[in-house]
Structure formats: structure tokens, C-alpha cells
């Protein structure tokens, strides 16, 4: 799958050192992954000096920070949408593909049906608004780019929602999790592997939806972390969204389709609960600090 990409054409991921970046590289380790010190995506001299023709490009690069990103558009906006039409206008330039990871949050979270990448869009928030300007970019100047959005990406280490479910059965007896907020939580491996999959097979969709298959609360997010972990389950208590105010608004509702992926002729990614028990294991087997 990633091997052919890599023999064949040059693979390059920006964003190298974020969470997916990080999964893609190690699934694919000839490809070149340049972190935000080795190329900032805005500047489209340093992006031109990267891109080869033929290249398949991952940009996992992007500004990530949803609450802080409120008070801090221009920023926001910087990388999360100038950024993605400097790649995609570089990669027209150069004959090289784009594969431009999105969000969920383009979307304004309140559906009631998983949904598909031609749904109305209407972010509700500053990151969701500089994601969709990014998308919009990306489209208007590659016309062989394809935007994938995903949602609700973890590894478990480091800072994400499973990391910090971890800490807290170890920290707390109990911990109050939101239950009124559905998505699908996506081990940030499986999507590393869609997205190879991707870059090995060319298509002429513009836009996918690549999340683990089902849907979820936080709260059964977070039961499931503890019963994988042999934590008793009962220790997580729901509550609502007015629980913990934030500084940007959460989607109520943000499960994407699959449908797409599947009509691409790609695999589909499987259920969220085994992806999260593998992420839960490869995690037990790490010998270092999470
Ligand atoms: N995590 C989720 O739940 C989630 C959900 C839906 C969609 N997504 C999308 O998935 C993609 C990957 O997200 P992630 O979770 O891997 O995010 P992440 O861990 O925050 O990684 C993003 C990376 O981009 C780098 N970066 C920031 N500005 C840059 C610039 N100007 N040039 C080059 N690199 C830059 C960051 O470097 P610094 O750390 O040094 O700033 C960071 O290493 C993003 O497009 C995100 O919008 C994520």
C-alpha cells in the first residue's frame, strides 16, 4: 500500500511531528516528513523547494488549537487556510498531488444523520471557519487535490482525549465526561493507513470522509478507555456540554459517512472500539512516558 507510493513517486507529509503526521511517517518510513521547523507551509519558496513532480503530498500541518484559535484568527487563518492554497498552488505548479486533511468541524454539528462530504457546511467556530477557507483553497487552485476531513483523532499519548482519560482513571475515582456530544473516535494509525491507501490509489474525488466506522459520546469514548484499561467503567459519570464551557462551541452532533471512502473503491476503516483496544495495547507495550 505506502510502500508503492514511496518506491514510485516521492512521498512528502507536512506536519510531520503532529499527532497523524507522526502515525504516517512511522507507517511509512521512506517518506519525506518534514515537521513545522524543517517547513513552514506558508511560505510558498520553501514549498516550492520540496515539491518534485509526481510527488504525493499528506499535509497533516495545520493550526489545531480549537479554543485558543477564537482569540487568535489571524493565526488560525495563517496556517489553516493561506498555508493549504500555497501547497495546493505549488503542487498545480508541479504536477504533484495533494491530499489535504480536513474536520469535522466545517460542518455546523447539528445533524441528526452521519454526514456526506456534499452536505452544507457552516462552521460555528474560528478553526472550523479557517479549515473550510483551506478546503476552499485547496480546490479552487489543484484540480487533482482531495481534501479527506476526519474527526476525533487520538493516539493516547501525549495530550489527546484518550491520553487524558488514561491519566485521570489513574489520578480520579471518578470523572465527569459529556454525553451529549456524538462523533467517531479515530485511532490516529488507522486513518495513517486510509490516508496511504489514498495516496497509492488515484481518484477523482474532491472531497472524503475517513473516521473509524460508529458513532460515540465522549462519555462512551471515555468508558470504553476505562474498560480497556480493566478499570471499572461505572467510575466515568455523564454530564452535559453546560458542564464545561469553553471558549469555542463543540459540535453536538459530527458523525461522517463513510459512504464516500467506500465509493472510492477504499477500504472502509473499521469500528472505533478494536481500533481503540489496539491503541490501548500498543500503548501498554510502550516502555517510555506517555
Ligand atoms: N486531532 C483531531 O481530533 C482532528 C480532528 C479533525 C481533523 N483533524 C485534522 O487532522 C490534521 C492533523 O491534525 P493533528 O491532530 O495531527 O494535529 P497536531 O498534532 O496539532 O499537528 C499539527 C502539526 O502542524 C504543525 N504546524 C503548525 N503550523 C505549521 C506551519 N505553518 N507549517 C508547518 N507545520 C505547521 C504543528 O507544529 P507545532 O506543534 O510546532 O505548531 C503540528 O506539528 C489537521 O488538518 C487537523 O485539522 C484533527
Given at each position: 500500500m505506502g510502500e508503492d507510493v514511496n518506491a514510485a513517486a516521492g512521498l512528502l507529509v507536512t506536519g510531520a511531528h503532529g499527532q497523524l503526521g507522526r502515525a504516517l511517517t512511522r507507517l511509512a518510513p521512506n517518506a519525506r516528513g518534514l515537521a513545522r521547523t524543517d517547513l513552514?507551509?506558508?511560505?510558498a519558496n520553501a514549498v516550492r523547494a520540496v515539491v518534485r513532480p509526481g510527488d504525493v503530498l499528506v499535509n497533516c500541518a495545520a493550526y489545531t488549537a480549537v479554543d485558543r484559535a477564537e482569540a487568535d484568527r489571524d493565526a488560525a487563518f495563517a496556517v489553516n487556510a493561506a498555508g493549504p492554497r500555497v501547497l495546493a498552488q505549488v503542487c498545480a505548479e508541479r504536477d504533484a498531488r495533494l491530499i489535504h486533511v480536513s474536520t469535522d468541524?466545517?460542518?455546523?454539528?447539528?445533524?441528526?444523520r452521519p454526514y456526506e462530504p456534499d452536505d452544507p457546511t457552516g462552521p460555528a467556530t474560528v478553526y472550523g471557519r479557517s479549515k473550510l477557507a483551506g478546503e476552499q483553497a485547496v480546490l479552487e487552485c489543484s484540480p487533482t487535490a482531495t481534501i479527506v476531513r476526519t474527526a476525533?483523532?487520538?493516539?493516547?499519548?501525549?495530550?489527546?482525549f484518550v491520553a487524558t482519560m488514561r491519566r485521570l482513571e489513574r489520578e480520579r475515582d471518578t470523572v465527569s465526561v459529556v454525553n451529549d456530544q456524538f462523533g467517531s473516535p479515530t485511532y490516529a494509525v488507522d486513518l495513517a493507513a486510509a490516508l496511504l491507501e489514498l495516496a497509492a490509489k488515484p481518484t477523482g474525488a474532491r472531497i472524503l470522509h475517513a473516521t473509524n466506522a460508529g458513532a460515540a459520546s465522549w462519555f462512551d469514548l471515555a468508558q470504553a478507555v476505562f474498560s480497556g484499561l480493566g478499570?471499572?467503567?461505572?467510575?466515568v459519570r455523564p454530564c452535559g456540554t453546560e458542564d464545561f464551557p469553553r471558549s469555542a462551541p463543540r459540535p453536538a452532533y459530527s458523525v461522517l459517512s463513510g459512504n464516500s471512502w467506500a465509493a472510492a473503491g477504499l477500504s472502509p476503516l473499521r469500528h472505533w472500539k478494536p481500533a481503540l483496544n489496539d491503541a490501548l495495547a500498543a500503548i501498554s507495550d510502550y516502555p517510555g512516558p506517555p
Amino acid at each position: 500500500m505506502g510502500e508503492d507510493v514511496n518506491a514510485a513517486a516521492g512521498l512528502l507529509v507536512t506536519g510531520a511531528h503532529g499527532q497523524l503526521g507522526r502515525a504516517l511517517t512511522r507507517l511509512a518510513p521512506n517518506a519525506r516528513g518534514l515537521a513545522r521547523t524543517d517547513l513552514d507551509i506558508t511560505d510558498a519558496n520553501a514549498v516550492r523547494a520540496v515539491v518534485r513532480p509526481g510527488d504525493v503530498l499528506v499535509n497533516c500541518a495545520a493550526y489545531t488549537a480549537v479554543d485558543r484559535a477564537e482569540a487568535d484568527r489571524d493565526a488560525a487563518f495563517a496556517v489553516n487556510a493561506a498555508g493549504p492554497r500555497v501547497l495546493a498552488q505549488v503542487c498545480a505548479e508541479r504536477d504533484a498531488r495533494l491530499i489535504h486533511v480536513s474536520t469535522d468541524y466545517v460542518f455546523p454539528g447539528t445533524g441528526s444523520r452521519p454526514y456526506e462530504p456534499d452536505d452544507p457546511t457552516g462552521p460555528a467556530t474560528v478553526y472550523g471557519r479557517s479549515k473550510l477557507a483551506g478546503e476552499q483553497a485547496v480546490l479552487e487552485c489543484s484540480p487533482t487535490a482531495t481534501i479527506v476531513r476526519t474527526a476525533w483523532v487520538y493516539t493516547g499519548r501525549g495530550g489527546d482525549f484518550v491520553a487524558t482519560m488514561r491519566r485521570l482513571e489513574r489520578e480520579r475515582d471518578t470523572v465527569s465526561v459529556v454525553n451529549d456530544q456524538f462523533g467517531s473516535p479515530t485511532y490516529a494509525v488507522d486513518l495513517a493507513a486510509a490516508l496511504l491507501e489514498l495516496a497509492a490509489k488515484p481518484t477523482g474525488a474532491r472531497i472524503l470522509h475517513a473516521t473509524n466506522a460508529g458513532a460515540a459520546s465522549w462519555f462512551d469514548l471515555a468508558q470504553a478507555v476505562f474498560s480497556g484499561l480493566g478499570a471499572d467503567p461505572a467510575r466515568v459519570r455523564p454530564c452535559g456540554t453546560e458542564d464545561f464551557p469553553r471558549s469555542a462551541p463543540r459540535p453536538a452532533y459530527s458523525v461522517l459517512s463513510g459512504n464516500s471512502w467506500a465509493a472510492a473503491g477504499l477500504s472502509p476503516l473499521r469500528h472505533w472500539k478494536p481500533a481503540l483496544n489496539d491503541a490501548l495495547a500498543a500503548i501498554s507495550d510502550y516502555p517510555g512516558p506517555p
